[in-house]
């Protein structure tokens, strides 16, 4: 099993510009979280999907923020227009049950 | 979800045992009590979790007190590579939401 896969690792943008992350979740977990983490806020949950559903989205900071999961096996988390401000580590996490997430390595964004 | 309370680091020395601990004064009565710990530029890492009994797995034990308000993280045998930041948390039939954890320090 390779985990939860996530993509890109690093991303370097300027501001104003689109930023698309991307998440493969493990194969048979019907449940997909959306984390960010800073040094000021620590880990925060943006959005959470189960059965490919979204769930809860009260996380999400503003309209700037979307979040798709199109298919079992693929969510998308798009800023737009991103702002130095939205620089963070980005984690997916995946659970078969709501209990013992799997999370990714994170994708760590910098918007300049 | 009921709050948690951890301190902010502890030190350990390699091969000793460490008890990480957490209080957890408001805990309801279907609330888990679940362990992550995050290690440097990963993302979090299930340890494990329990309701009212001690629970052992390859990683390491966790004991709960008999009224549940506090619980203790142990770790058998620190090694380098256990220094992280350890989360305790309260779950009922909610997502994880993360405190500021302990920073656990080994050395060598």
């Known amino acids: 099993d390779a985990g939860v896969i996530q993509s890109p690792r690093h991303e370097v943008t300027e501001m104003g510009q689109e930023v698309t992350l991307r998440c493969k979740p493990i194969s048979g977990h019907n449940s997909l979280f959306w984390y960010r983490q800073t040094m000021m806020r620590g880990l925060e949950l943006l959005i959470y999907?189960?059965?490919?559903?979204?769930?809860?989205d009260s996380g999400m900071p503003e309209d700037r923020f979307s979040a798709k999961m199109p298919n079992a096996s693929f969510s998308t988390l798009k800023i737009q227009p991103s702002e130095p401000r939205d620089s963070a580590v980005y984690f997916c996490a995946s659970s078969p049950n709501l209990y013992g997430y799997t999370f990714g390595s994170g994708t760590r964004l910098t918007v300049v | 979800d009921a709050k948690t309370t951890q301190p902010n680091s502890m030190e350990s020395n390699e091969e000793e045992p460490v008890h990480l601990p957490c209080n957890h004064s408001?805990?309801?009565?279907?609330?888990?009590i679940h362990w992550y710990r995050q290690l440097p530029s990963q993302g979090p890492e299930y340890v494990i979790h329990?309701?009212?009994s001690n629970v052992n797995n390859r990683m390491a034990s966790l004991a709960i007190a008999e009224d549940r308000k506090s619980s203790t993280l142990i770790l058998h045998r620190a090694t380098l590579r256990d220094a992280a930041v350890y989360y305790c948390?309260?779950?009922?039939?909610?997502?994880?939401?993360f405190g500021k954890g302990t920073m656990l320090l080994v050395s060598p």
């Open positions: 948390i309260l779950r009922g039939y909610s997502t994880l939401t």
């Open positions: 329990g309701l009212t």
């Open positions: 999907f189960n059965n490919n559903v979204p769930i809860d």
């Open positions: 408001t805990i309801s009565g279907t609330d888990y």
